[in-house]
C-alpha cells in the first residue's frame, strides 16, 4: 500500500461533515487532520476531499455521491503504486501472461471489494464517522458496474478476483459499453428496459491508458500482392478503421499487493476518418460514420432479432478480440521484437464461451499480414496460445453468423476462416476416408441456402485445451454436442469445475456469518475455503447453532427492507424464504416455480392449511429484450403475484414478488437471507451455474434437478441436506428419443397439477387480459415442450413438500444450514483457478 497523498500547504484545509440534521448533504466545516494520525487512510480520505475542495468545488454542501467519489479516488490512489509495481515484476520475473477475452465482466459495485482486499475498510469507515454517514450509505451511491448479463460475466469477475489473489499475472480485455444490461422496469407487471447510465456520474476507478489505443479494421476489401521475395502478402485495404480506446480498471488481490488490470474498450471514431468528411464538406457522412463507430460499445448485447442487431454483435465481438490481440501483440514485440518462437511459452489466451472465437482468425491475420510469419508458424502460435471454455448445452446458444455477412464486414478474417477450414477438412478426411456426411457435419461452414460460420467449431479446431464447466456439462459435451470432435482430439478436452470467489460472496456479502466463522475458525478459509469443512464439528454444538440461526434471522430482515422498498410487499423474516434469482430463460424453469407458488395458493383458498409451512417466494431476473415467452413469463409471475399478496385468507402462508432490476448488489443481500435456493432447470441443459454456489455458501439449502454443478453439489453435502427431484439428463434425452414425451399423462396422473391447470386456463390470474398466458399453457401441453415441466411437476411438488416438513425443525434446518456452507469449500473460485493455472495455462 502507498502512503497516502500529503499536502505541502500550510494553511488549514477545509474537510467535510454530514451533518445530522440533513442526512443527504454534507455541510462543510473546518477540520484539519494532524499530521500524525496513526489511521494513514483516514488521512488520505480527508486530504482527497480537501483537494477536490480546492480545485474549485467550493459549495457548502456536498451530496454523498460526493463523498463516493472522493473515497473511490482515495482508495485508487492506494492501489497506483502496487499496481504499477505489479507490471514491473511480472515483466522482470517473465511471468507467463494470460488473457482472459470475455464479452461479459459483471464486476458489480467495486469500492467494498477494494476494501477488503486492501485490509482497509475498518480504517474507512473510521474515517467516515467525522462525516456522520456510514460505510454502507456511502457504497450505495456507486452504481453497478453491469457489463454482464448473468452467470457468464459474473464467473469472468470472480475470475479476476481469484487471480489477483492467486498471485497469477491475468488481464481482463472486455468492452467498455456505455449502457450496460438494461434498468429493467416493471409496467402492468410487463419487463421495461431503460437505459443502464452506470457511467452517469463517471466511474472513478478507471484509467484512460491513451499509449494502448489501437485502430480496428471494418469492411473494405481486400488486395495481394508478390514482395521481392516472392512471397504473396494480403492487405486488408478501403478500410474503414474505428479507434479501440483503452480503459484500465484495478483489479486488487487479498491482501497479497498485487493488482491486476481489467483493461475495457471503448470505441472511437479515428480523427482521420473524422476529418476526411468534414473537410470534403459531407458533414452528414461524417456524422454518421462516428455514430457508427460509437455504435459499437454503446449497450450491451444488443437485440439481435433484427438483422442490424445481429451486425452490430458481430462487430462487438471482432472490436474486443482484435483491440485486444493488438494489444497483446505490441506488448510483446516492445519486449521481444518480431521474434514469435517464445511467444506461446509466455502467453496463453482463454476465451469465455464462443463470443470471442473471432480472435483465433484475427491472431492469423495479424500474425500473417502484419507481422509476415508463414502460415504454418502463425498457425503454430495460434494453437498453442488459444484455450476455450464452453458455457452452453443448448445448441441455438452457439455462435453462428452468416458468411455473406462476414465477407461484407470482415472480408480478410472470412478468407482466413475459409483458410482454415479446408486444411482441416483434410485432417478430418483422414480419420474419416470417404465419409462426406462427417465432412459436411464437421465443417467450420454450414452451408446451406445460407452459409453459416460455426465460431464454436472454430474455437475447438484451434484451441489446445476446450474445457467445460462442471463434470456432467463436459460429459455431456463429449458425448453429444462435441463428440465427433472429442474422437478426433480426446486430449484437448477436460472439465474445470465453476466456482465463484470467496471474498465477495461471504466475506464481504455476509458480514455477520463471515465474523461468526472467523471466530470459531480464524480467517484462513478466505483464501483456502476447504477450511470450511471444520464447521461440520459444530454441527451438534448448540450455542454455535443458535449463533448461526441468529444470523441467518438478521440477513432475512435486510432482505425484508430490500422486498418492500422495491416490490411493495412485506416479506416476515419468520417465513421460509425461498429464492430463484438468475437470468429469466425456460430452461431454467421459473415457470415450475411459478405453478408451484399457484399450488400453494390453490390450497390456502381450499382450507387445506394444517401441516402448511408459510413461505414468502422470490424470484428475480431479467429477460432478453427480443425473447417474447421469458418476458411473458415475468408477466405470469407478477400477476399471480398479485392474486396472492392482494388475498388476506393467502398472505399469513404464502407471499409472492418479483424484484426488479436484478443485479450484483441485490444478490448480495438476497444470498445470506435465503432459506431455500431453487436450482430447477431441466437436467442437461444447464452448463454449471454459479448461483447455485453462492446460496450454498451462504448456508442455503438447495431443492434442485441433476443438472449442472448441482450434481457435484449433492457429492459434496449429500442426499440428507438436499432436496432432489426430476428426471435426470439421461431421462430426459430418452423421452425425447422415443416421443414418449405426453405431458398430458402427467397432467392427468397430478391432482395438483390438474388443479394448477386448470386455475390458469380459467383465466383467474389474467381476469382483464382474456388469453394472454394461452402461449405458456400450450407450452406446458406440449409434447414437443423440451423443458418437460409437466413431467417434473409432482416430484418437484414431493420435494417442496419435503422442504416444508425438514424446515418446521428449525434445530435439523440450522445443522443442515451449516453442513452446506461446510461443503462449499470446492466450489471456490480459486480452487477453479488452480485448475486452469496448472493443467490449461500452466502459469
Known amino acids: 500500500m502507498t502512503a497516502p497523498v500529503k499536502t505541502t500547504t500550510t494553511k488549514a484545509k477545509s474537510t467535510a461533515k454530514l451533518t445530522k440534521a440533513n442526512k443527504t448533504k454534507v455541510t462543510l466545516v473546518n477540520d484539519k487532520p494532524t499530521e500524525n494520525s496513526p489511521c494513514e487512510p483516514c488521512d488520505a480520505f480527508h486530504l482527497v476531499m480537501a483537494r477536490h475542495i480546492n480545485n474549485g468545488l467550493t459549495r457548502d454542501e456536498y451530496e454523498k455521491q460526493d463523498l463516493f467519489q472522493a473515497l473511490a479516488t482515495t482508495v485508487k490512489e492506494q492501489m497506483l503504486a502496487p499496481w504499477r509495481q505489479t507490471r514491473i515484476d511480472d515483466v522482470a520475473q517473465q511471468r507467463k501472461q494470460v488473457a482472459y477475452l470475455s464479452l461479459e465482466f459483471l464486476m458489480g459495485r467495486a469500492l467494498g471489494n477494494a476494501l477488503l482486499n486492501l485490509d482497509i475498510e475498518q480504517t474507512t469507515r473510521d474515517a467516515l464517522k467525522d462525516y456522520a454517514v456510514t460505510l454502507e450509505e456511502v457504497e450505495q451511491q456507486e452504481h453497478d458496474a453491469g457489463l454482464g448479463n448473468g452467470g457468464l460475466g459474473r464467473l469472468a469477475a470472480c475470475f479476476l478476483d481469484s487471480c489477483a489473489s492467486m498471485n497469477l499475472a491475468v488481464t481482463g480485455y472486455g468492452i467498455r459499453y456505455e449502457y450496460g444490461m438494461f434498468a429493467q422496469k416493471l409496467v402492468d407487471g410487463f419487463q421495461v428496459e431503460r437505459p443502464d447510465g452506470w457511467l452517469r456520474e463517471g466511474n472513478p476507478w478507471e484509467v484512460r491508458a491513451a499509449q494502448h489505443n489501437v485502430k480496428v479494421p471494418f469492411f473494405g476489401r481486400t488486395s495481394s500482392y508478390i514482395d521481392p521475395n516472392g512471397r504473396c502478402n494480403v492487405t486488408w485495404v478501403d478500410r474503414q478503421d474505428v479507434l479501440a480506446v483503452a480503459f484500465d480498471m484495478p483489479v486488487p488481490g487479498y491482501q497479497n499487493g498485487r493488482i491486476n488490470t481489467l483493461r475495457l474498450w471503448k470505441a472511437e471514431a479515428t480523427d482521420d476518418f473524422d476529418l476526411t468528411e468534414f473537410n470534403q464538406g459531407d458533414y452528414s457522412e461524417a456524422v454518421a460514420r462516428k455514430n457508427m463507430a460509437e455504435q459499437i460499445t454503446m449497450v450491451l448485447y444488443p437485440n439481435d432479432a433484427s438483422e442490424n442487431g445481429k451486425e452490430l454483435r458481430l462487430r462487438q465481438q471482432y472490436f474486443l478480440s482484435s483491440a485486444s490481440l493488438q494489444d497483446i501483440l505490441n506488448t510483446w514485440v516492445s519486449l521481444h521484437g518480431n521474434d514469435f518462437s517464445d511467444f506461446a511459452t509466455f502467453n496463453v489466451m482463454q476465451l469465455n464461451d464462443t463470443h470471442p472465437a473471432i480472435a483465433i482468425p484475427e491472431l492469423m491475420r495479424l500474425l500473417v499480414d502484419e507481422y509476415f510469419l508463414e502460415w504454418d508458424d502463425a498457425w503454430q502460435v495460434t494453437t498453442q496460445t488459444m484455450a476455450y471454455t464452453n458455457h452452453t448445452l443448448l445448441p441455438e446458444a452457439l455462435e453462428r ?383 414437443d415442450d423440451p423443458w418437460m415441466t409437466a413431467a417434473d411437476f409432482e416430484s418437484y411438488r414431493l420435494a417442496q413438500v419435503e422442504a416444508a416438513n425438514s424446515y418446521k425443525d428449525q434445530l435439523s434446518w440450522t445443522q443442515m444450514s451449516i453442513r452446506n456452507t461446510a461443503a462449499s469449500g470446492r466450489f471456490s473460485s480459486d480452487m477453479t483457478i488452480a485448475g486452469y493455472r496448472d493443467e490449461i495455462w500452466r502459469a
Not at 467449431?457 to 467445460?468: D, E, K, P, Q, T
Not at 465477495?504 to 483464501?527: F, H, Y
Not at 381476469?767 to 406440449?782: R, V, Y
Open 401 to 783: 453468423w452468416p458468411v455473406k455477412m462476414m465477407q461484407h464486414m470482415l472480408p480478410r478474417i472470412m478468407e482466413i476462416i475459409f483458410e482454415i477450414n479446408a486444411r482441416y477438412l483434410e485432417v478430418v478426411a483422414h480419420q474419416w476416408p470417404g465419409d462426406p456426411v462427417k465432412l459436411a457435419d464437421m465443417s467450420i461452414i454450414e452451408e446451406g441456402d445460407e452459409p453459416h460460420v460455426r465460431m464454436a467449431y472454430l474455437a475447438i479446431v484451434a484451441s489446445f485445451s476446450i474445457n467445460g464447466v462442471a463434470g456432467l456439462h463436459t460429459q455431456l459435451l463429449t458425448s453429444g454436442l462435441f463428440s465427433n470432435f472429442y474422437q478426433l482430439w480426446p486430449e484437448k478436452f477436460n472439465n474445470r469445475t465453476n466456482g465463484v470467489t470467496p471474498r465477495r460472496w461471504l466475506a464481504q456479502c455476509n458480514p455477520k456469518l463471515s465474523a461468526l466463522i472467523c471466530k470459531r475458525l480464524g480467517d484462513e478459509w478466505v483464501t483456502d475455503l476447504s477450511h470450511l469443512n471444520a464447521l461440520n464439528a459444530f454441527t451438534d454444538d448448540v450455542a454455535f447453532i443458535k449463533e448461526w440461526a441468529d444470523v441467518k434471522q438478521a440477513n432475512k430482515v435486510v432482505l425484508q427492507q430490500l422486498i418492500r422498498t422495491e416490490c411493495n410487499v412485506e416479506f416476515d423474516p419468520e417465513m421460509m424464504f425461498d429464492v430463484q434469482v438468475k437470468r429469466i430463460h425456460e430452461y431454467k424453469r421459473q415457470l415450475l416455480n411459478i405453478l408451484h407458488v399457484i399450488h400453494l395458493y390453490q390450497q390456502i383458498r381450499l382450507g387445506n392449511t394444517d401441516n402448511l409451512v408459510p413461505r414468502c417466494v422470490l424470484i428475480g431476473g431479467k429477460a432478453a429484450p427480443g425473447y417474447a415467452m421469458a418476458k411473458l413469463l415475468i408477466k405470469l409471475a407478477n400477476n399471480v403475484a398479485h392474486m396472492v399478496n392482494s388475498d388476506a385468507v393467502v398472505s399469513p402462508y404464502l407471499r409472492f414478488a418479483f424484484l426488479p432490476n436484478y443485479n450484483v448488489s441485490a444478490m448480495e443481500k438476497i444470498c445470506p437471507a435465503t432459506d431455500l435456493s431453487e436450482q430447477i432447470s431441466t437436467a442437461g441443459k444447464e452448463a454449471s451455474g454459479t448461483g447455485n454456489m453462492k446460496f450454498m455458501m451462504n448456508g442455503a439449502l438447495t431443492i434442485g434437478t441433476l443438472d449442472g454443478a448441482n450434481v457435484e453439489m449433492l457429492e459434496e453435502v449429500g442426499h440428507d441436506n438436499f432436496f432432489l427431484f426430476g428426471l435426470d439428463a439421461s431421462e430426459v434425452t430418452q423421452l425425447r428419443q422415443d416421443d414418449q414425451y405426453q405431458p398430458q399423462s402427467f397432467i392427468t396422473a397430478s391432482s395438483a397439477l390438474s388443479g394448477v391447470m386448470e386455475l390458469l386456463e380459467s383465466g383467474h390470474f389474467n381476469l382483464q387480459e382474456p388469453d394472454i398466458f394461452a402461449s405458456i399453457i400450450n407450452s406446458i401441453k406440449n409434447p
